[in-house]
């Protein structure tokens, strides 16, 4: 079956799907950005769980639940601080977005949701994250045909323009 995607724009803690992504970093402990927005909206739980997850490698994920959230669950995952582009960054960034389809898809996951993953504090630059995000999302071949969707949420205008204007690009393509 073949996989929708769509891009939204807002705050992803609001949007009601079975999985929203956090760009946390390897303590999986919080910080700022979305996961500082994330351990928020879910309440001090979502701390204690992670606390049990003892960190995360760049370019790896993990699980959790989503507790006050409205999705049901968290996928905790560490992308790449950007260091000029030739420290492994873009193999780390799809990466992290493979192993968030995996574990979508080991957990039967039917919509999730991204941020735009190392494009904030970790200074990635954001039109080839974007990139990244949308070749490794379509790229990844699923056995049992989760995630069904997936939704690519922009926090602002920018960053819906350059998804936009990719996804177009990658469709038209086809
Ligand atoms: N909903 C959707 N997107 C958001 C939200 C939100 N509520 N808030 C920010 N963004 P960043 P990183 C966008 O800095 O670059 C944290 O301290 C933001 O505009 O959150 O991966 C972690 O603990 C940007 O496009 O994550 C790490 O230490 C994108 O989310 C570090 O920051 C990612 O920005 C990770 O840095």
């Not at 910080?31 to 701390?47: F, M, P, Q, S, Y």
């Not at 990635?124 to 069904?148: C, D, H, L, M, W």
């Not at 920018?158 to 990719?166: N, P, S, T, V």
Request: glycine content about 12%; overall charge positive; some cysteine.
């Amino acid at each position: 079956m073949k996989l929708d995607i769509k891009i939204l724009r807002g705050d992803i803690t609001q949007i009601h799907c079975d999985a929203i992504v956090n760009a946390a970093n390897e303590t999986l402990l919080g910080g700022g950005g979305v996961d500082g927005a994330i351990h928020r909206a879910a309440g001090k739980e979502l701390l204690e769980f992670c606390r049990k997850l003892k960190g995360c490698r760049t370019g790896q994920a993990k699980i959790s639940p989503g507790f006050d959230l409205k999705a049901k669950y968290v996928i905790h995952t560490v992308g790449p601080v950007w260091r000029g582009g030739d420290k492994n960054e873009q193999a780390l960034l799809r990466s992290c977005y493979q192993n968030c389809m995996k574990i979508a898809e080991e957990n039967k996951i039917a919509v999730m949701a991204f941020p735009a993953i190392s494009t904030g504090v970790y200074g990635y630059p954001k039109e080839q994250a974007a990139e990244t995000a949308i070749s490794a999302v379509n790229a990844y071949k699923s056995k049992n045909g989760f995630p069904r969707e997936v939704l690519f949420v922009c926090y602002s205008k920018g960053d819906e323009a350059i998804y936009g204007k990719l996804l177009g690009f990658f469709s038209a393509g086809k």
